[in-house]
Nanobody, 121 residues
Framework: VQLQASGGGLVQAGGSLRLSCAAS????????MGWFRQAPGKEREFVAC????????YYADSVKGRFTISRDNAKNTVYLQMNSLRPEDRAVYYC???????????????WGQGTLVTVSS
């Protein structure tokens, strides 16, 4: 499966962005999907994940209440709606596909190329 993330950009603190991750190849409904991010000089960290059906979601504490993950299996696309953005949200955001719900990088088998989110203060 190939993943293509998009939607990043520059936004002021308090603003919003919506990231998209389009899957091709094997349909993404076969996989749990996750979003991770990596800030300069830091390790890649978990942001959110969603089950195959979309009925279960889980968030990192740092984004809970501000970010929402969703998926449209008919369009083979996963979204990350990011509201109330903060300067510390600045990072390259990656979407990933795996077979089990989880927060660890090693649990995901396929990765997109990343999209940069910059938040100005």
């Amino acid at each position: 499966v190939q993943l293509q993330a998009s939607g990043g950009g520059l936004v002021q603190a308090g603003g919003s962005l919506r990231l998209s991750c389009a899957a091709s190849g094997r349909t993404d409904s076969s996989y749990v999907m996750g979003w991770f991010r990596q800030a300069p000089g830091k390790e890649r960290e978990f942001v959110a994940c969603i089950s195959r059906s979309g009925g279960y979601t889980y968030y990192a504490d740092s984004v809970k209440g501000r970010f929402t993950i969703s998926r449209d299996n008919a369009k083979n696309t996963v979204y990350l709606q990011m509201n109330s953005l903060r300067p510390e949200d600045r990072a390259v955001y990656y979407c990933a596909a795996g077979v089990t719900v989880g927060t660890y990088v090693r649990q995901y088998d396929y990765w997109g190329q990343g999209t940069l989110v910059t938040v100005s203060s």
